[in-house]
């Protein structure tokens, strides 16, 4: 009983952190918009608008207010599910993010499907066979990719596969897709560029997930029974390292995240990372304040898998 309640609190505490951690994200995120500079009602009208008309759009916007009555009228209408007005489209936020959230979500959701069975793949077999060529191979390109940055990747993809080999287009757009050809052709340099990294991270977890479960007495033990390497890793190891490896994916793919801004601004794709970017060039605060608050977001509860997963994978919590 006194286990079942420490894991309970445990899990609260990870929930209450999350929740505390948001909220301090959103102080951030509208701080940060209120630093870049220029003045959004100047930039809307253009530089030949009078002081007079340049003082009215800024108290129609409401921007003759203080910075703290602002950022609870933000926050107030984030709970109620209203992420305000764009400046420059004078349309709702919620509106313009729609199909670039989908775009985004696609996006995310085939570099996962490509990663994962990967790094999985690499990563088990890496530590059902560690200390072989075929091991440090894997580990010496895992380390290798790792080094390098998202943007570096997705400029050697275009390079290679788009000026050198001709094979796929420079630019993805996701309006395209009519068939599993098109998707494969706007899809492919993203998620080449992303899959890499996100990969390499997820490989190295699970190879140590494994290689740490094959350490335990029971393995060793049955090794020393005559059991083959491979009977020991899927029949013991592995759903033994299943949390662990469940960990490693959601720290991996929290990696994405900030991947996505990256690979969407580079290859033009019409995401919502690409979106918020536009933004950034014309001021338009409350679109750049939702879009960071979903990424943020994102972010967050990837991190907050992760510590659950660990949590509820932990043997001495659950018995």
């Known amino acids: ?3 079942h309640t420490l894991l309970y609190t445990l899990l609260l505490q990870r929930l209450g952190i999350a929740a ?12 940060a918009t209120e630093l870049l500079p220029g003045d959004v009602a100047q930039i809307l009208l253009g530089q030949s608008a009078t002081p007079e008309a340049v ?5 129609a916007m409401g921007l003759d207010q203080p910075a703290l009555i602002r950022f609870l009228h933000w926050w107030g209408g984030l709970l109620h599910g209203d992420m305000g ?7 709702p936020v919620a509106d313009l993010m729609g199909g670039r959230l989908v775009n985004s ?4 959701a085939v570099a996962t499907c490509v990663s994962v069975p990967v790094a999985l793949i690499l990563g088990i077999s890496a530590a059902m066979w560690r200390g072989s060529l075929y091991d440090r ?33 420079a630019l993805s757009f996701a309006n395209e897709v009519n068939g599993l ?16 990294v996100v990969s390499a991270q997820m490989i190295r977890m699970t190879r140590a997930a494994v290689i740490e479960t094959l350490n335990t007495p029971y393995a060793e033990m049955a090794l020393l029974k005559g059991a083959s390497r491979r009977r020991i890793v899927l029949g013991h190891a592995l759903p033994n390292a299943l949390g662990p490896i469940a960990n490693a994916m959601a720290l991996s793919l929290s990696y994405l995240i900030g991947g996505v801004i990256i690979v969407e601004t580079i290859f033009n794709y019409p995401g919502l990372a690409k979106l918020m970017v536009d933004a950034v060039s014309t001021r338009d605060l409350p679109l750049i304040q939702s879009c960071a608050m979903i990424f943020c977001l994102s972010h967050l509860l990837l991190l907050t898998a992760a510590d659950l997963v660990a949590i509820l994978s932990n043997p001495r919590l659950r018995h």
């Open 85 to 91: 007005i764009s400046y420059a489209n004078d349309m």
């Open 137 to 169: 191979a894997v580990s010496s390109l895992t380390i290798t990719v790792i080094s390098v940055p998202e943007f570096m990747v997705a400029t050697v993809a275009v390079l290679v596969f788009a000026v050198w080999l001709r094979w796929l287009p």
């Open 20 to 31: 505390i951690t948001l909220i301090v994200v959103s102080f951030v995120v509208f701080g």
């Open 1 to 3: 009983m006194h286990r």
């Open 105 to 108: 979500l696609k996006l995310a």
């Open 55 to 59: 003082a009215g759009l800024r108290a």
């Open 181 to 196: 050809w098109q998707m494969l052709r706007v899809f492919a340099m993203p998620v080449i560029a992303l899959g890499f």
